[in-house]
């Protein structure tokens, strides 16, 4: 799936949900302490059974969005992700999400369930999964890689987020360009498509590149 595509899916996604109406019903008065966690729903669209959704919320203001669009007989199972960061607006009933493409507002409606406010009548509803995997796929990645060291450290752009960066995968062939730019006491903007490890504790131990795109040797976040 072409880079292109995903962003016009990532920009789609929040108009087709439920309406502001749904966003706007009261919600529990709830501490912001205890909402990040893992979320998840199938949120219903137009043309397609339902779309499968995982928020997660981290603890630290960061979120990792995936959604995973079901094959049917003009395309295949498609997966979209989006990560950035996540804040209170108005009140700790209402959140936002900071990421590619425009930002996604959900409201608490209670302890363990988000609703996404949209343009449509129907709704777009995420509930508490204590039972949900660590998030794990591999994402597109625009970032900052330096090397302070004998080891690399990427820091993505949207949330800031700082991994070690695993010597497996695809790290050979980044390395090789990363060599040539010339600046190797300097960070530079890298983009690539990655997967991150996590502690137990939700702190991250790597990022593993699994396909190296391009070193842009000017350039930053």
Known sequence: MSSNRLLILLAIVPLVGCSDD??????????????????????????????????????????????????????????????????????????ELRGAGPARIFTRLERDTLVMRTASDLEHRLTRDAAAPEFSATVRL??????????????????????PVSRGGDFARFWHQYRLTGRSSK????????????SEDGTVKSLTIERFITVKASGAC
């Not at 995973?68 to 989006?82: L, P, T």
């Not at 970032?143 to 700082?162: K, V, Y």
């Not at 903007?189 to 997967?195: F, N, T």
């Open 22 to 95: 749904q966003g706007s019903r009261p919600a529990a008065n709830l501490p912001p302490a205890s909402l990040p966690g893992v979320y998840s729903g199938d949120f219903p669209c137009d043309d397609c059974p339902g779309i499968a959704t995982t928020l997660w919320l981290r603890s630290d203001g960061r979120f990792f969005f995936g959604q995973r669009y079901a094959a049917d007989d003009a395309r295949e199972a498609m997966d979209a992700y989006s990560l950035g960061r996540w804040s209170s607006i108005v009140d700790d009933r209402t959140i």
């Open 142 to 163: 625009l970032g900052m890689m330096r090397q302070p060291g004998e080891r690399m450290l990427f820091t993505e752009c949207l949330s800031g987020l700082i991994a």
């Open 187 to 198: 960070p530079v903007l890298v983009e690539l498509e990655g997967r991150y490890s996590w």
